[in-house]
T-cell receptor, first 113, second 119 residues
Framework: GENVEQHPSTLSVQEGDSAVIKCTYS??????FPWYKQELGKRPQLIID?????GEKKDQRIAVTLNKTAKHFSLHITETQPEDSAVYFC????????????FGAGTRLFVKA | DTGVSQNPRHKITKRGQNVTFRCDPI?????LYWYRQTLGQGPEFLTY????????KSRLLSDRFSAERPKGSFSTLEIQRTEQGDSAMYLC?????????????????FGPGTRLTVT
């Protein structure tokens, strides 16, 4: 069945450093890959997304890269700030019988001041 | 507030009781999704609607779960004969779907969730 694996489960960086979170997916029909940020007790918030016809997308300090051949995609956060501390989820979806979206297990990011 | 809303925000029920949750999507969104999230895990897909049609339901969803979206606007999720294992946060999300262009058609926006505790 469909599966999304996310690594690492926990990531601790110093303020100003970069953070990279990696995901792999199993369903080759997946064509849309969003990333969500979830702070404690709050709803997941969409921070960036990419479709399979694009290899890279950037929005200020965050960027996502996609390698469809290898079924890998990654989130890159540069110049991290303490307010970036949260749980980040990757997800994959595509039109295989519907727009079912499968989420990774999450990465807890700590940015130390 | 023009975002996705969910009611109630919290529900405590005894095992064996039925519960119903409501989700109001963003008004122009024609796709609506239900997810379940337990502590330390990502949202787990339950089901989704395109307008009033329920197009997919997770194989993990038992027959005790049912969802409706009768007029293509708000949706309800009912859990019958609740069990302690049903305790979780139930999240609703909506997206533009076919009425959107490009990547905006796919983007899902989440509601605040309903936290269910089964005692």
């Amino acid at each position: 069945g469909e599966n999304v694996e996310q690594h690492p489960s926990t990531l601790s960086v110093q303020e100003g450093d970069s953070a990279v979170i990696k995901c792999t997916y199993s369903d080759s029909a997946s064509n849309y890959f969003p990333w969500y940020k979830q702070e404690l007790g709050k709803r997941p918030q969409l921070i960036i997304d990419i479709r399979s016809n694009v290899g890279e997308k950037k929005d200020q300090r965050i960027a996502v890269t996609l390698n469809k051949t290898a079924k890998h995609f990654s989130l890159h956060i540069t110049e991290t700030q303490p307010e970036d501390s949260a749980v980040y989820f990757c997800a994959a979806s595509g039109y295989t019988g519907g727009f079912k979206t499968i989420f990774g297990a999450g990465t807890r990011l700590f940015v130390k001041a | 507030d023009t975002g996705v809303s969910q009611n109630p925000r919290h529900k405590i029920t005894k095992r064996g009781q039925n519960v119903t949750f409501r989700c109001d999507p963003i008004s122009e969104h024609n796709r609506l999704y239900w997810y379940r999230q337990t502590l330390g895990q990502g949202p787990e897909f339950l089901t989704y609607f395109q307008n009033e049609a329920q197009l997919e339901k997770s194989r993990l969803l038992s027959d005790r779960f049912s969802a409706e979206r009768p007029k293509g606007s708000f949706s309800t999720l009912e859990i019958q004969r609740t069990e302690q294992g049903d305790s979780a946060m139930y999240l609703c999300a909506s997206s533009l779907g076919a009425s959107g262009r490009g990547i905006s058609a796919y983007e899902q926006y989440f509601g605040p969730g309903t936290r269910l505790t089964v005692t």
